[in-house]
């Protein structure tokens, strides 16, 4: 059964209880604000799938690469895409009453103007939490010392920009008791994010978040790392459009399924992270 409050101005509002086919998903790139819009309204409407990751991009207008899961448990959910950043604010001044708190926020740029792509969910106890989007570097590391002396847990991050101005956007957790060991780094490299990467799964941390963006020219990345629990995970970064679509042409017949996509304009052309689990 779905019920839905309102699906238009790319958003929707709804709880299911799913029928059939628990766990089955359905991950698409290249699509123009329109056929996303419109696969969105399809696949929530009509098929009860729930958006679990999107990423827009700016690939002569803007694009998005998105996985949609029908989930096993029943819980409230709502998306945007396409926000200006004040926009954006006015869903942080307003949902948050009601119970409402981000668990994606993905920012892109095109034509040089800032755009942002949200998931949230609602819950009667949400959790503490405290976001921030529209960072300069220097601002980023300011929060992040900052958060992280008090406590705070990094659960997403997002780097962005136009290739010369670099922003960032990030959403915190405090946790009662226990917490993750975790680490997180931005501005690196490829090189340097390969090297990153091995050194934080040789200590039994795993990436929980892969963000790619560019700066002046070069692919960077910002990224969190947890020993939080997980399923095993199969992780490329900075992989051309044709490598991307590789990856799921081969992966799922090997029993994985995508948990997230990030894309944006490389130095190269369009560039993807994507990760599997299973």
């Not at 590789?246 to 799922?252: I, K, L, N, T, V």
Request: proline share 5%.
């Amino acid at each position: 059964m779905v019920e839905i409050d309102g699906a238009t101005n790319g958003s929707v509002s709804l709880r299911y209880t799913s029928e059939l086919g628990d766990g089955a998903w359905i991950a698409r790139h290249g699509l123009d604000s329109q056929e996303f819009q419109a696969l969105f309204d399809a696949l929530t409407g009509n098929q009860g799938m729930e958006l679990v990751c999107v990423s827009g991009y700016d690939e002569g207008g803007a694009r998005y690469a998105a996985i949609w899961r029908k989930q096993v448990v029943d819980h409230a959910w709502q998306a945007r895409h396409g926000l200006d950043s004040a926009g954006h604010q006015d869903l942080f001044d307003t949902l948050p009453a009601d119970g409402w708190y981000p668990v994606l926020v993905n920012g892109y740029n095109v034509g040089g103007t800032d755009l942002y792509a949200s998931i949230w969910h609602r819950s009667a106890v949400p959790p503490l939490w405290s976001a921030q989007h529209g960072l300069t570097p220097q601002d980023y590391q300011c929060v992040f010392d900052e958060y992280s002396a008090a406590g705070w847990v990094p659960v997403w991050v997002s780097g962005f920009g136009d290739g010369d101005d670099v922003r960032f956007a990030c959403i915190w957790h405090r946790r009662q008791g226990w917490s993750p060991r975790w680490a997180a780094r931005h501005g690196l490299d490829h090189v340097q994010h390969q090297a990153a990467f091995d050194d934080f799964v040789s200590q039994g941390l795993h990436p929980s978040v892969v963000c790619g963006y560019n700066d002046h020219g070069t692919n960077r990345f910002v990224s969190v790392f947890t020993d939080a629990p997980s399923p095993s995970l199969w992780v490329r970064h900075g992989i051309s459009e044709p490598d991307y679509q590789a990856e799921f042409d081969g992966r799922p017949g090997e029993g994985w399924s995508p948990s997230q996509t990030n894309s944006w304009r490389g130095s190269t052309g369009t560039t993807f992270n994507v990760t599997f689990a299973k």
